[in-house]
């Protein structure tokens, strides 16, 4: 089904549109609007109006997008003043263009005119005296925010929310993997019953959710993580992305060394460690050198420290998943051979004990995982780390979720300190 904002041809021209049909249907969002981004301009804003793709005043709107170039794409305003508002998605903002739309207003017998251009990233060199800019991922997170403003009639503002779920549209339909750059923010992975998960909107949230966890230098500092490196580049087979270490060694893919993997799926997000089986060098030396005590002991540290991380939380679960891949070619997605999956926690005594409802110590689970890394004769891959779910405990639906991953993998930094020594 057509988005109600399709209305245009020209991508940048379907953001505006969204934008002042949404402040023009909800007052409150408009004042609020002004307040965050032309603040002290109008002398009152009771008979504020709003037209898009014309000029003040002037009602008619112009079908053929080829004459509206000397238009702006919105104009706010009241008899004697004038905000214009030019918007940029993939095409480049220049002052001409600025200047052209200045002249266009002044003709219709303002003076008073300010101007907001709303590009993707802002532009230094591209300057009005009396013009600001604005990103529109600045404008993503105000209408975020503004979801959770109480609304007299319907509580919380429904054309916010009108207005980010379109962003989130338009960028998954016309940037990534297209263009450089973002629109919206990362504001914490929203899927639920209302809101299912679906690929396009799982890539487009673990893409911002990456960028984030790149932002903070922890993983570098504490685990020796390269945060300037790509991750796996074509998703197939699930939404995934990688961090990878600083190892000194030179690879030909990823998956010949240790490396983090952040997972989205259908029931919740992951933040694991992965040992490949093609792994090489001293990392692979030292995991097959692993006797058990050894192995148990690192493994009850990496439990501990998630029940550090997350005491009790009905949100998450750590666990070890090891399974066995076949790839039909290099791109295909894989067919899954054999796979197991367990709770490290059920693996010792005074951690099973805490799970509700009580769990026994089940320590034959681990022993097994152990068995198979250690004779094993085929592709068999190794993981440990934690599942996050979209449940009514959910940790990751806030925009600190990225540092609840970055969590997961600083738990597992006993294993990850052992492999490297």
């Known amino acids: 089904m057509r988005n109600i904002f399709d209305q245009y041809e020209q991508d940048e021209n379907k953001l505006t549109h969204s934008l ?3 402040l023009y249907e ?13 603040s002290n301009f109008f002398n009152q804003t009771s008979n504020l109006k709003i037209e898009q793709q014309t000029v003040p005043g002037e009602r008619h709107l112009i079908d053929d997008e080829s004459q509206r170039k000397g238009l702006p794409d919105a104009v706010i305003y009241t008899e004697e ?14 002052r001409d263009q600025l200047e052209r739309h200045e002249r266009t207003v002044r003709r219709r017998g303002f003076n008073n005119i300010r101007g907001i251009a709303i590009v993707v990233d802002l532009l230094p060199k591209v300057r009005l005296d009396n013009w600001e800019q604005l990103t529109w ?4 997170s105000w209408a975020y925010k503004e979801t959770n403003k109480s609304n007299k009639e319907t509580n919380k503002s429904k054309w916010a929310r009108k207005l980010i779920d379109y962003f989130n549209v338009w960028e998954n339909k016309y940037m990534v993997g297209k263009l450089e750059g973002s629109i919206t923010e990362f504001t914490g992975v929203h899927f639920d019953d209302e809101n299912p998960y679906s690929y396009l909107e799982g890539k487009r949230q673990l893409r911002l959710l990456v960028n984030k966890i790149k932002q903070n230098k922890i993983l570098q500092e504490e685990l020796n993580v390269d945060l300037s490196k790509e991750g796996r580049g074509a998703m197939k087979g699930g939404t995934w992305d990688i961090l990878r270490f600083k190892s000194g060694v030179e690879v030909m893919s990823f998956t010949d060394e240790l490396y983090l993997t952040i997972g989205l799926g259908e029931i919740g997000i992951n933040g694991l460690l992965t040992v490949p089986y093609k792994m090489k060098g001293i990392t692979r030396k030292n995991f097959y050198n692993l006797s058990w005590d050894d192995f148990k002991k690192i493994i009850y540290k990496i439990a501990q420290n998630y029940r550090n991380y997350f005491p009790n939380s009905k949100g998450f ?32 005594e005074d951690l099973s004990s805490e799970l509700k409802p009580t769990q026994k110590k089940q320590e034959e689970w681990l022993r097994a995982v152990f068995e198979l ?6 592709n068999i891959q190794f993981q440990v780390g934690a599942d996050f779910f979209y449940n009514k405990h959910t940790l ?8 609840v991953v970055c969590k997961s993998f600083l738990a597992c930094k006993p294993l990850i300190d052992y492999l490297f020594s």
Do not use: H, W
């Open 137 to 140: 991922k600045q404008v993503y």
């Open 20 to 22: 002042a049909s949404c």
């Open 26 to 38: 909800d007052k409150r969002l408009l004042n609020s609007f002004l307040k965050n981004f032309c």
């Open 317 to 348: 679960q750590p666990c070890i998943r090891i399974q066995q891949l076949r790839y039909p070619s290099q791109s295909s997605t894989p067919i899954t051979d054999g796979q197991m999956n367990l709770d490290i926690r059920t693996a010792f």
């Open 373 to 378: 890394n250690n004779n094993k004769k085929s």
């Open 81 to 94: 003043q004038c905000l214009i508002i030019e918007s940029k998605g993939a095409s480049t903002l220049t």
């Open 396 to 403: 990751v639906n806030n925009k600190d979720a990225d540092q």
